[in-house]
Every structure is written in structure tokens, then in C-alpha cells.
């Protein structure tokens, strides 16, 4: 356990340089990890990345969705792939199909660790525990955060079996307390009600804003707006709807996963007349 997702992925990085040996790591471009030392190594981002240059892990970035690219940049000296399943920070950038299944094929055959950070993707945002599941597939790690205790601070790393710390190799004075705990269970709890609705809640978003470019993955969903992506954020919240915009004017909706219809069904009506007018 941890207190965030860039612990997490910081946990997952050590845990993969340490059993594999290796000190290296691919990751993607406009890929988000976090902001503390390794998981920035490994995020794509210059204006948050570049001040703190150098920095340890060496990681290089490869455009998103090319599992080709993956394949090409792996060296001898590569520990581990750390990948979204879907891009976050990035605008809910939603790969082709069969994309995570090439590169754990990618990784298998080429003798290195794949890391999917489920920070946000998991714990059912997509409609599913973790997005990896909708390719059918295992990573070796996964990272996760965010959802895990709503809202409370938390993050955890998930590896298969035989893939572990040894002891004193990772802990954190505050990770896993009784708090957290608790509020990660009530969470689960939660959670385990509401999955089943929230493809269907994705279905209703994507019905209601389909006159946009509109991408959904459960409750993950991205909108591409372009240069007048802030005017749009801005025109939403005068209406009461607040919206996120993401990477490349791209707005991203995370709403939780306890959302109702009718709720969802304002906050489009609301969306859709802010990038009429605005657009």
C-alpha cells in the first residue's frame, strides 16, 4: 500500500528494477505517471518533466497505441513497460483494440515486466475492476489509486505471483493504516453495487453528446474540443457543470460512478449547449 498513485508507481518501479535487475523503462508520449522523482522519469509531459531533468529511472517515450514502437525500443538494460490502459491526462485517449494484448505478447517475448497504472482506470471506471480486463490479459503490475478510497489518500501496487518485495525493501510509514483501510472497503463495497450500471451510464453519456467527438470507456469519457477547450470549461461551469480540461484541448469527465441518469442527463444537456454556443 501507499498514500498515492506516484507512490504506487514509484513502488511499481522499484519492485521491477530490483527483481529484474534492469534499470530502464519505456513509457508512453503524453503519458501520466505523477510527480515525484521516478514516476516523473517515466512521464511524458516536458513543461513538468524538463525542469527536473536529469532524472533516474532512464525512460524512453514511444507514441501511444504502437506496440511496434514498444518492441523497437526495448535494449538489454530494460526492466519494465509502464503504460495507461486508457490515457488520462492526456484527454481519454482510448487505444485500438488488441493493443495491450501486442504489447504483454511485446513484453513476454522480449523478457520484460509490463506496469499498467490503473490509477484511474481502475476500480471500475471503465466498467470493469481494472481496463486491462477488457483485453483479456495479465500485466505483471498494476498501480492504483484514486478510486480505491474515494477520495481518501491511498494507492496500492497489485503484482502476480512470484513478484515480490523482499523485506525491508519498500514500506512507507503511513501506508495501509487502519483509516485508509477502512474507507478502501466501504469503497469496494460500493463499487461492487454500481458496476454493473456504469457501462450502461457510459452508453446513456455517449447517446446524449454523439453530435461531438465523444470517446467513453465506461465513466471515462473524452471530448475532443480543440483551442476552445477552456471557453467550453468555462461556459459549463457558469451552468453548474464542472469539467476538466486535459491535454491537447480535450475535456475529460470522470463523474462518479454512483451517478444518476437524470444526473448525467442535466450534465449533457449542459455540455452539449456549451460547445454549440462556444464551438
Excluded at 517515450?61 to 490502459?85: H, L, M, S, W
Excluded at 478510486?147 to 505471483?161: E, L, Q, Y
Excluded at 453519456?205 to 480543440?226: C, E, F, N, P, Y
Excluded at 480540461?245 to 475529460?252: Q, S, Y
Aim: with cysteine.
Amino acid at each position: 500500500f501507499s498514500n498515492s498513485g506516484a507512490e504506487a508507481n514509484e513502488g511499481a518501479i522499484k519492485l521491477a528494477r530490483i527483481r529484474t535487475g534492469k534499470t530502464e523503462f519505456i513509457a508512453c508520449e503524453d503519458g501520466f505517471h505523477g510527480r515525484t522523482m521516478a514516476s516523473l522519469a517515466c512521464t511524458h509531459k516536458p513543461a513538468i518533466r524538463e525542469p527536473f531533468l536529469p532524472l533516474n529511472p532512464r525512460c524512453s517515450f514511444v507514441p501511444y497505441g504502437d506496440a511496434e514502437a514498444i518492441r523497437k525500443a526495448i535494449n538489454k538494460d530494460t526492466a519494465g513497460v509502464i503504460i495507461e490502459p486508457i490515457q488520462g491526462e492526456a484527454g481519454v485517449i482510448i487505444p485500438q483494440e488488441g493493443y495491450l494484448r501486442e504489447v504483454r505478447e511485446i513484453c513476454d517475448e522480449k523478457d520484460v515486466l509490463l506496469i499498467l497504472d490503473e490509477v484511474e482506470t481502475g476500480i471500475g471506471r471503465t466498467g470493469k475492476w481494472f481496463a486491462y480486463q477488457h483485453e483479456k490479459i495479465q500485466p505483471d503490475i498494476v498501480s492504483l489509486a484514486k478510486g480505491i478510497a474515494s477520495g481518501f489518500p491511498m494507492g496500492a501496487i497489485i503484482a502476480r505471483d512470484g513478484l515480490e518485495f523482499s523485506k525491508s525493501e519498500h514500506g512507507s510509514t503511513f501506508a495501509g493504516g487502519p483509516v485508509a483501510c477502512a474507507a478502501a472497503i466501504a469503497t469496494l463495497d460500493v463499487v461492487e453495487e454500481v458496476l454493473p450500471s456504469v457501462a450502461e451510464k457510459g452508453a446513456r453519456i455517449k447517446k446524449a453528446l454523439s453530435a461531438h467527438d465523444t470517446r467513453v470507456a465506461g465513466l471515462m469519457v473524452g471530448v475532443t474540443i480543440g483551442d476552445s477547450c477552456s471557453k467550453v470549461q468555462q461556459a459549463c461551469m457558469e451552468k453548474g457543470v464542472l469539467v476538466n480540461c486535459a491535454a491537447h484541448g480535450n475535456i475529460r469527465l470522470v463523474p462518479p460512478l454512483v451517478i444518476s441518469p437524470e444526473e448525467i442527463d442535466r450534465g449533457c444537456e449542459v455540455i452539449d449547449a456549451a460547445i454549440r454556443s462556444v464551438c
